[in-house]
Structure formats: structure tokens, C-alpha cells
């Protein structure tokens, strides 16, 4: 190989290397956002985050396609929390690219109010703590979840399961 191949094969490698970076940048914001915009009651922006055909797999419900997704942020059970005080958090997510399609996973936790308003003093607790796997595909409009499975951490192998394989890249068990 000459200079200028091994130049350019070296520019290729590079450009390919920042690609995967910004990827990876691009769907750990996209989980992120996830927190303060379900907590802010922003059913459209949460429900923009999906594939029009996306699912989002939770232990009690599942959810495919946005309208369903917006429903529940629209929830009178969401909105209680929301007006109760509560607190998404998300991350920090593990992400693997391969082209146009990735796998992210990352732990969250749920903190509500339990207490009263500011001047009754409010007593926040973690009301669940949950695993979290993204299946996440490239759209013209940027990253976007295509499935999302999320199984409360309470002892059961399915959990735990969801996070060793979202950590290795594999899609969630159906």
C-alpha cells in the first residue's frame, strides 16, 4: 500500500470512529430526554422519541405505535404523579451500533413524592427501579426507539436477562 492509500485508509477508519461516536452521543441524549420529558407531562415529544410503529413493552402495559404512547403520558394515572411530584431517571446507557440499527440498555429509577407540598416538607423515595432495553433504529428525523422493553427489578431472572443481553448488543427475547 502506498503513502497515499495508507493516508486515506487511515481517514476512513477516522471518519468511521467519529460516526459511531456521534451515534452513540446522539441515542444516550435521546434516552436522557426521556426522564424530563415524561416527567414535564410532554406527551408529543415522548411520544416523537418512538418509531410511528414503535413499541414500548413495560411490565403492566405495552404500548405500540405513538397514539398509545401519548395516551399514557396523557394518563390520569401519569398525571397524578406528575402533579404529586416524580422524578424519572435514566442512565447511563450502554449503546452499540451496528449501521443503522443499535441496542442501548441502562437502569432507572422512579422517585415520587410521598410527603406534601415544599412547605410540608416533602419525602421523596424510590417508588421502583427498573431495567431498561432500547432496540433503536436510524430514521430520517435522526435515532429512534423501535422497541423499548422495561421489566422492574424485583427479583425475577427477566430483568436482569434484559440487561446482560442489552449489554452484549442482542435484541430483548420476544
Not at 459511531?20 to 415524561?38: C, F, H, N, R, T
Request: aromatic fraction near 6%; charge should be negative.
Amino acid at each position: 500500500m502506498d503513502d497515499s492509500a495508507a493516508v486515506l485508509d487511515r481517514i476512513e477508519q477516522l471518519e468511521q470512529r467519529l460516526r459511531d461516536l456521534e451515534d452513540q452521543a446522539e441515542i444516550s441524549q435521546l434516552i436522557a430526554a426521556y426522564g424530563p420529558l415524561v416527567d414535564a407531562g410532554d406527551a408529543e415529544q415522548v411520544a416523537g422519541q418512538w418509531t410511528e410503529d414503535g413499541i414500548y413493552d413495560v411490565d403492566e402495559i405495552s404500548m405500540s405505535g405513538r397514539d398509545q404512547i401519548r395516551a399514557m403520558v396523557r394518563s390520569k394515572n401519569h398525571q397524578g404523579w406528575i402533579a404529586g411530584g416524580c422524578a424519572h431517571f435514566l442512565g447511563p446507557a450502554r449503546v452499540q451500533v451496528n449501521g443503522d440499527a443499535a441496542v442501548a440498555v441502562c437502569h432507572s429509577l422512579m422517585v415520587v413524592n410521598q410527603g406534601g407540598a415544599f412547605e410540608e416538607a416533602p419525602e421523596f423515595v424510590v417508588r421502583r427501579a427498573t431495567a431498561h432495553h432500547f432496540e433503536v433504529v436510524r430514521t430520517p428525523q435522526g435515532w429512534r426507539i423501535a422497541k423499548r422493553t422495561s421489566r422492574v427489578l424485583d427479583g425475577r431472572t427477566e430483568a436482569p436477562e434484559l440487561l446482560r443481553r442489552g449489554t452484549l448488543g442482542q435484541v430483548a427475547p420476544q
